[in-house]
């Protein structure tokens, strides 16, 4: 059916109508919509009309457009968060009734790096553990991390089969994380990160850098956390003050 409207109110209509045809499964996840010759025949409208819609689409990350390719439906993020919760991996993919895994792909001691020196204080006088870890949620990979604690808050002939980073320190050296510093940088495609969580060349990251501070305001765990843009969404709740 050929969307009618008067020139006010047509590009509302056209995104109505395609989001509608999302939702109902016409047009599916990461699938290519079709051209604009044939959408603007099928809605009716002109291709004026239809590209301030596709663009305004665009905006709200419903639907993504590849030069040269064409338009695609974006996928839906599967965990929405809010930022200022301080939330371990593992209890955000539980929040989103889905069953975190994890495979270990290295671990290490090494120097501490002039980062480290920065983000430990005293602590990073000594060496640093690494563990590299990809986190999944339904078997499915979904974040890469990379964390590093100061080796002297760690007992010796620890082991670090805990899933979830909090309770692994918790338990491992009675540090209890009250709060975090976060950095939220957005990446493109990186060539291994990318790669290892099974990301199109298209699908951004989104890397959270945290320090993280235990019960006693001591510094105890620098997490990197890449998360797949296309999966994760997080929200930031602003408050004024007079």
Known sequence: MSIKADNQHLCLKVIDRIKNDIQKGIYRENEQLPSEFELSKILGVTRSALREALYMLEEENVICRRYGVG??????PLFLSGIEQLNSVT???EQAS????????SS?????????LLHFQNEAESEIFLLERVRTANGRPVVYCLDKIPMTILPKGFSHGQE??????????G?????????IVPIGYHDTISQILECDPETAL???KQIHYDQNDRPVLFSLNYFRADKFRFHVVRKCFS
Not at 71 to 76: A, E, I, L
Not at 164 to 173: D, G, T, V, Y
């Open 91 to 93: 209890k955000t993919i």
């Open 164 to 173: 979830s980073m909090f309770e692994w320190l918790k338990e491992e050296a």
């Open 98 to 105: 889905m069953i975190p895994g994890t495979i270990f792909l």
């Open 206 to 208: 989104l890397l959270l």
């Open 71 to 76: 338009t695609f439906v974006n996928s839906k």
């Open 175 to 183: 540090a209890v994380i009250s709060y975090a510093v976060t950095d």
């Open 108 to 116: 290490r001691v090494a120097a501490p790096t002039e980062e480290d």
